[in-house]
């Protein structure tokens, strides 16, 4: 075996000889020693562990998450590796949307310096905070339900009658968005929150190219196995792991509501980012119709002793309709719905005018 002392295998991987002692002192990378003088030895497969490091720092990957990497490369666990990059993915366009926000808000402060000759204290606040409320909010979800624990039996879970049935007409629903958006197989769709792919898999079924995200990794596991040629993502409504422009609709279904209606309407916001100026949308979710609607239901539950119903309602986000649908409106969509069940509506939204 040939070995390399470190200012030789800094030559080859153009890189620091500094860099390299990083890697030793956090643990990354172990070579040999000259028993003598202690000078370090580096065999081949330091150079190649040291490119790999060196791939997944330039990419942003931190310290703690690469050495779970190499961990799993050392097991041979391919998928696991998959996820980690994955999950830089994510955390990658999150942070280029912030990024954009930055400089959008950047932006508004020269608009107004250019036409007001000044710029108040107060509108430079204003501007910051408003920009730093969307990076919170984009920051502060999580997912409380563990989604990865019930990935395993979901399916069994949305089909099953239970004294708390959250998903009455789940099957129909998904037929109903389906019929609703009428893609062409010349479309691409992409379906957020997807869970299991159960929606997802009704559009590949008719022929229509998609692809799917979500933030579980469990989910998106099962997802694979049952339909292994959608293209997946792991990420979420607040940050899709997409460029701009890509799809020409998008679905989600029983997901929107495990966001606050701040983050709902972020959501929406990216959703119209992704999507092709004529994108359509269609949301099929547990909601009411205003907020009338929701107290009026809620005191009937209390009335009629139902409170673990109750409870289940008020651990989740339900929508207020009246509020997506008054911002479609003024981003310039039509729209079409309808109320499925007491808790299950479907909204379509078709732009009129470009974004």
């Known amino acids: 075996m040939t070995f390399m ?15 390299i002692r990083f890697y030793e002192e956090k643990g990354l990378i172990h070579p040999a020693k000259q028993p003598n003088n202690d000078y370090r030895l580096f065999s081949e497969n330091d150079a190649w562990r040291i490119q790999t490091i060196s791939s997944l720092r330039e990419v942003g990957m931190s310290i703690d998450h690469i050495r779970a990497v190499l961990s799993e490369l050392d097991d041979g666990n391919d998928n696991e590796i998959l996820y980690y990059l994955e999950q830089q993915r994510s955390a990658m366009y999150s942070q280029w ?46 997912d409380r339900w563990n989604f990865d624990r019930q990935a395993s039996f979901y399916d069994e879970l949305v089909t099953s009658r239970q004294a708390i049935n959250l998903y009455e007409n789940y099957e129909q629903a998904l037929d109903l968005t389906l019929a609703w958006v009428t893609p062409s197989k010349t479309e691409k769709g992409l379906d957020i929150g997807t869970g299991t792919g159960n929606l997802a898999g ?22 694979q196995m049952k339909y292994p040629h959608l293209e997946t993502k792991l990420g979420n409504f607040l940050a899709i792991p997409y460029l701009d422009d890509q799809f020409d609709f998008i679905v989600t ?17 990216e959703m119209a980012r992704v999507l092709q100026p004529h994108g359509r949308i269609c949301i099929t979710d547990l909601m ?59 909204v379509y939204a078709v732009p009129i005018r470009k974004r």
């Open 5 to 19: 002392k470190i200012k030789e295998l800094a030559a080859k991987l153009q890189i620091t000889p500094r860099a």
């Open 288 to 346: 009411f119709e205003n907020e009338a609607a929701r107290s009026r239901y809620l005191r009937e539950l209390e009335q009629q002793g139902a409170f673990e119903m109750k409870d289940a309602i008020l651990d989740e986000y339900y929508a207020d309709k009246s509020l997506i649908l008054d911002w479609f409106e003024k981003k310039g969509y039509m729209t079409r719905h309808e109320q499925l069940s007491d808790l299950l509506h479907i």
């Open 253 to 269: 279904s029983y997901a929107l509501h495990h966001l606050t209606d701040e983050q709902k309407l972020i959501a929406l916001e």
């Open 97 to 142: 949307i912030e990024l954009k926000q930055m400089i959008q808000t950047t932006d508004e402060m020269i608009d107004l310096l250019k036409q007001q000759k000044t710029l108040q204290i107060e509108h430079i606040v204003h501007l910051a905070n408003g920009s730093k409320r969307l990076r919170d909010l984009r920051k502060t979800w999580s």
């Open 202 to 223: 009704r559009f590949l079924q008719a022929g229509i190219p998609m692809a799917a995200i979500d933030q579980s990794k469990q989910m998106l596991k099962q997802c």
